[in-house]
């Protein structure tokens, strides 16, 4: 036998990328036991002919095996092939979970200190590996834990458990995530995981606000109700969110978190339990009292009702939000069908339903991609606009700004090149849909990403600004930009303020500090934005109030007639603290 040859091995191929003779990829054997290959391995067999070749290549460069022959070797260790076998069966389905548990556990090596060391540091390395799956393992690890007869044991496998999860020299973002979904799970120190928020947190790059999202998504509800200062946090992720420097894809997973937090943690709650793929489609369908048969009878037959309730166009629109992306553009149709009959199905009521499926989507029971199903809306919203529905009739209030909706909106008019749609309507090209509440930061972002900042004149102008501070451009350039360069409209437009507003307080760049005598000249403005950002965000009034009055102090602005203003209930509360 050749020096590393292994004979009699299988032949694998992936779909991905066809395995040929100039083109063999390596795998260790650790890669393959983990499945790091893209592949599941299910049979036993197969199984044990791995453990045979891991045992020949760990021993064949042994002096004492110099002459190992070339049939494999039994596997070396029984329970090493057990405790992989079992991981390898595991499903998202709970009974699935605890029928091989409940094996493990009547092993009869189970308990012993060498068993919970090898299950510990194979069941760690495979989670991080396969990160998607690190719920399962989770609830596989509650299992085992809860099976442990004594105390001493149980510590011991904590201890166990904690070594090898902080073994990283620097923390994954797969790691990172196993770790939130333990601690929501009770299994790892919860005062540990905080230290390790509060460092990611003062790193503050973009690496560490990756790793900080993965960290939280399923710790976060745990940690903010056991640490005081866990708000601390939140702010420092609200201020990065609106960091414009930060790139985009990072800055939607902070956004992603925020909203997580306000919706009262909901993925969290996914834990323990796990319910079967088939289960939660027919909960998500029972819940939201949705008729999924009126979209598939289009999609399939091309057929819609001869008449139309209000119902049946709530159940249409909701199973377009949640359609995959080629369901969508074909049901996309049905409403064209719809606007052609003579009888008037889309009424003053089409946007109130609207809002309806976008509440119902966040439902924590129904388990769907929610962003994506906003997104949706956002879209749907377009091509009503499209087919004659007239949003302007309704103002703000109806159907209230969102982030994720104006990203399906642009998204949506951009792919069927349809902008003209946003110029035509001044309620769309003057942003009339923006409610009190909302971020110039957040918007400019989107729209410097489909490339409409020309579309709207005075975020092009809020662009430039960012770009020419970014760019370390001279104080009196930017001075003479703004004062000078600026159409008058443009300068005084209430938005323009309330953009470097925003910008002073979150970013409080020094450096230009010259940009106070702008925000001076529209004081009560500037105050009310920052009050509006903070509600939005949900700082603290007593923090609130500190950036009012710091700003009115730079800006030499009194605050008797910003407290008299009757602005939003919270105004009310936010006073009492100036």
Excluded at 53 to 63: C, E, F, S
Excluded at 158 to 174: I, T
Excluded at 381 to 391: H, N, S
């Amino acid at each position: 036998m050749n020096q590393g040859t292994i004979h009699n091995v299988p032949m694998i191929s992936i779909a991905e990328e066809p395995v040929t003779d100039d083109n063999i990829p390596t795998y260790t054997l650790e890669m393959v036991k983990s499945f790091n290959h893209s592949l599941k391995i299910t049979s036993p067999d197969f199984l044990k002919k791995l453990e045979q070749m891991k045992y020949y290549r760990i021993h064949q460069n042994d002096p004492v095996e110099a002459n190992t022959p070339s049939k494999f070797k039994a596997p070396a260790d029984q329970m090493i092939y057990n405790i992989n076998h079992y991981i390898n069966k595991l499903t998202a389905d709970i009974e699935t979970i605890k029928k091989m548990a409940d094996k493990m556990i009547h092993e009869l090596y189970f308990g012993t200190e060498k068993f919970i060391t090898s299950f510990l540091n194979i069941i760690v390395d495979t989670a991080t590996i396969q990160s998607p799956f690190a719920m399962i393992y989770t609830r596989f690890l509650q299992e085992i834990y809860i099976g442990l007869p004594t105390t001493d044991q149980k510590t011991f496998f904590r201890n166990k458990l904690a070594e090898f999860l902080y073994n990283e020299e620097n923390l994954s973002s797969s790691r990172a995530f196993f770790i939130g979904c333990l601690t929501s799970a009770d299994l790892t120190d919860k005062s540990r995981v905080f230290e390790i928020v509060k460092q990611l947190t003062n790193d503050g790059g973009q690496d560490s606000y990756e790793i900080l999202f993965n960290l939280l998504i399923y710790s976060g509800q745990k940690l903010e109700n056991t640490f005081p200062d866990f708000d601390q946090i939140i702010s420092s992720i609200t201020e990065a969110a609106c960091n414009t420097s930060i790139p985009q894809r990072v800055r939607f997973m902070l956004m992603d978190l925020l909203e997580e937090r306000e919706a009262n943690w909901k993925i969290g709650k996914l834990l323990p339990n796990f319910v079967h793929v088939d289960d939660s489609k027919e909960s998500e369908q029972e819940l939201s009292g949705v008729d999924a048969s009126i979209l598939r009878s289009y999609i399939t037959e091309r057929s819609l009702p001869s008449k139309f309730t209000e119902h049946q166009l709530y159940s249409l629109l909701f199973s377009l939000a949640i359609a995959s992306m080629k369901n969508y553009e074909i049901g996309i149709g049905a409403l064209k069908e719809l606007a052609n009959r003579k009888e008037k199905v889309f009424k003053d009521k089409t946007i109130i339903l609207l809002q309806k499926v976008k509440l119902n989507a966040d439902k924590e029971d129904v388990l769907i991609d929610y962003p994506y199903a906003v997104r949706t809306i956002g879209a749907i919203f377009g091509q009503l606009i499209i087919l004659g529905f007239k949003p302007e009739l309704f103002g703000s209030d109806l159907f209230p700004y969102d982030i994720i909706v104006f990203i399906g909106l642009l998204e949506e008019l951009v792919g069927i090149d349809r902008i003209d749609i946003i110029t035509n309507s001044p309620y769309l090209y003057n942003l009339k849909f923006l409610p009190d509440l909302h971020s110039h930061s957040q918007v400019i972002s989107e729209l410097v990403d489909f490339d409409l900042t020309d579309i709207y004149p005075v975020y092009d102008a809020m662009k430039t600004i960012f770009q020419m501070i970014n760019d370390d451009e001279p104080p009196e350039l930017v001075m003479k930009y703004l004062f000078n360069d600026l159409d008058k409209s443009i300068f005084k437009s209430t938005y323009l303020v309330e953009f470097v507003t925003e910008f002073m307080v979150i970013h409080k760049p020094q450096k230009y500090g010259c940009l106070m005598t702008y925000i001076a000249k529209r004081p009560l403005e500037s105050f009310a934005h920052i009050e509006s950002i903070g509600e939005m965000y949900q700082w603290k009034p007593e923090q609130i109030a500190a950036n009012i009055r710091r700003l009115a102090r730079l800006i030499n602005a009194p605050l008797d007639e910003f407290k008299k203003l009757k602005l939003r209930p919270f105004h009310d509360i936010v006073v009492k603290f100036i």
